[in-house]
């Protein structure tokens, strides 16, 4: 077997850089979700777990058509995701193969419900109030479940935990209870629960301490749900991961006779892609080596909001040449940061950032009219095949006003 056809290995993206016809360019690589779709697969096949990819993380097509026939269905947080992840069920080869679609959103539309009702066989609300005003409108179409808070926070940085004081995601099991105390009758309207509390969780510590908090507080309401969504937020980066994961699901699947789904979005893209970018100047500043890239920090915008370095696949800790790698926007905090090499950069010489699959190109955006990468799958075989090119047209259409053109439209004062 070639090195490349051992899904496990990361993609030689050193090596494939240079066969990229342009940069900056986002590369994914399928060998790595399906290796990742694998093991979570082992999982579901032991234990009965249904898997969902969450669209948001990445929601490109030609990475849903991948992922489709490997899981039990997408979840998705808005109309337009609904619409995206519904074609890509629909279309698949396998018709009867029965796929899902889970939706929740603290932004649910009183003018989108219906369609989503139509979309979407699985709807959390997000607050009691959400719920009140809008399953009557979808009961009977879609299943009802509720997303709770179980206000058990795991994240230091507050702007990143669902849980925090005042969150406004989810119904706080505490309140929840309250009101199924008062009214009891309101189980019967549910079928389901969700919480969502990790993010980029190495250790599922936080999931077995939020299932033993929900348990201890909503226990007695619990029996006859028909499912139990636990959300996403952790990367099952270690091998023991799935197999805890997979104890915790049967247990859980013994006690309430549910479907257990778990709604991944990271954990199965995240590894997966790399964006690529080329130097296009050099210069020093106050004895510092500069090299500024044909990207920027609009295009890996996680860089700028949480202030991180990002890995860089060409950084050598022992290169004796450092130099600060920077964006090509006006912004002057768009830095990726420092890294060292065994040789001096060059003009053209090409970089590139591992592990950006996820949350990377969704918010990527064309500040200071820089285009977004282009975006380019490696395939199984380590082929590179590009997939997507955005240009002038793209950028044009999105400032132009609907209607006119630049030559026509008149002057308003
Ligand atoms: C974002 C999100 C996910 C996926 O999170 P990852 O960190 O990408 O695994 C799953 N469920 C909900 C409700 C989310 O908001």
Not at 137 to 157: C, H, T
Not at 189 to 198: D, P
Not at 359 to 385: T, V
Request: glycine content about 6%; aromatic content about 10%; overall charge neutral.
């Amino acid at each position: 077997m070639r090195p490349s056809l051992l899904p496990a290995a990361a993609l030689d993206i050193e090596h494939l850089k240079y066969l990229l016809p342009e940069t900056p360019a986002f590369v994914y690589d399928e060998a790595r979700i399906i290796h990742t779709l694998d093991r979570l697969d082992r999982v579901r096949k032991a234990s009965g777990l249904r898997v969902l990819y969450s669209v948001k993380a990445f929601p490109f097509a030609g990475a849903l058509r991948l992922i489709r026939s490997r899981v039990d269905g997408f979840s998705v947080s808005s109309l337009f995701e609904a619409r995206l992840a519904s074609e890509m069920v629909e279309t698949i080869d396998r018709p009867h193969a029965k796929r899902s679609l889970h939706i929740t959103t603290p932004g649910l539309r009183s003018s989108e419900i219906d369609e989503i009702a139509t979309l979407c066989d699985f709807i959390s609300f997000n607050s009691l109030e959400q719920f009140e005003r809008l399953a009557p409108r979808v009961a009977g179409q879609a299943s009802i479940g509720l997303r709770i808070n179980p206000k058990l926070s795991f994240l230091r940085d507050s702007r990143y935990d669902p849980c925090r004081p005042h969150s406004k995601l989810g119904i706080p099991v505490e309140e929840l209870t309250r009101t199924l105390d008062r009214s009891p009758t309101l189980t019967s309207r549910i079928a389901g629960l969700h919480f969502h509390t990790a993010f980029e969780s190495s250790s599922l510590a936080p999931l077995k301490a939020t299932i033993a908090r929900i348990e201890n507080l909503l226990g007695r309401f619990t029996n006859g749900l028909e499912w139990i969504n636990l959300g996403g937020g952790y990367l099952f980066d270690n091998p023991n991961d799935l197999d805890e994961l997979s104890e915790l699901v049967t247990a859980l699947i013994q006690r309430y006779d549910s479907n257990i789904y778990i709604e991944p979005g990271k954990a199965i893209v995240g590894r997966a892609g790399y964006l690529v970018a080329s130097v296009v100047d050099r210069f020093e500043r106050d004895g510092k080596a500069i090299a500024v890239l044909d990207t920027g920090v609009n295009h890996l915008p996680e860089v700028f909001e949480y202030q991180k370095v990002p890995p860089l696949a060409e950084h050598r800790p022992d290169g004796s040449f450092e130099y600060s790698l920077v964006g090509s926007t006006c912004l002057a905090g768009d830095v990726f940061g420092d890294y060292r090499f065994h040789a001096p950069l060059n003009l053209g010489d090409r970089v590139s950032f591992p592990n950006v699959g996820a949350y990377s190109l969704i918010k990527a955006n064309r500040f200071n009219g820089y285009d977004l990468p282009a975006i380019f799958a490696a395939d199984r075989q380590g082929q590179l095949k590009a997939m997507k090119h955005f240009g002038y047209d793209d950028y044009r259409k999105q400032w132009l006003p609907d209607e006119g053109s630049l030559a026509t439209a008149p002057d308003r004062d």
